[in-house]
């Protein structure tokens, strides 16, 4: 099981923070990706989930936090966080919307329940994470953690 956590303590309106990442690719026997989502803010914020994107640049490279703590095994190769605030947007081209979330000040949204919030992602696929600040001066925070298995 596996863990990325990226936040702002001091948003903007308008600031985004970024979670890009690769699903494996293994085709036989297929490895699948299953993550739950988690955001909050203390402001209105925006979260969105865009499948199939085409990484164009920006983003700083971070290893997820395995959460196996007795296992030196790594988890998708491709893995980046990006933000306005540090200059380090992460860019791409295509992709659709699969999830879409408005939300008020104080709320949270996801990883509460993991039979309602688990999905199995695309093998070889690329994904971005939006949180987008609507307020100025908020706190914005999302988390994605997962797990992989190897079809049988």
């Known amino acids: 099981m596996y863990s990325a956590i990226h936040y702002d303590e001091d948003a903007a309106s308008s600031h985004v923070v970024q979670i890009y990442f690769e699903t494996p690719a293994v085709a036989s026997p297929q490895k699948r990706v299953h993550m739950t989502f988690a955001h909050e ?3 209105e914020h925006q979260y969105q989930i865009i ?18 703590r007795d296992s030196g095994a790594s988890s998708m190769q491709a893995f980046k966080v990006g933000s306005n605030k540090s200059s380090n947007v992460i860019t791409y081209t295509g ?4 999830w879409d979330d408005w939300t008020g000040a104080g709320k949270a949204s996801g990883g509460e329940n993991r039979g309602t919030q688990e999905w199995i992602l695309i093998p070889n696929t690329e994904y971005i ?22 079809d049988g």
């Open 41 to 43: 803010g203390s402001g």
């Open 129 to 150: 994470i939006i949180l987008t600040s609507k307020a100025a001066g908020i706190q914005i925070s999302q988390e994605v953690t997962w797990y992989e298995h190897t």
């Open 95 to 98: 992709g659709s919307v699969v």
């Open 51 to 68: 499948e199939g994107i085409t990484l164009s640049a920006g983003g700083a490279d971070v290893t997820p936090l395995n959460r196996r």
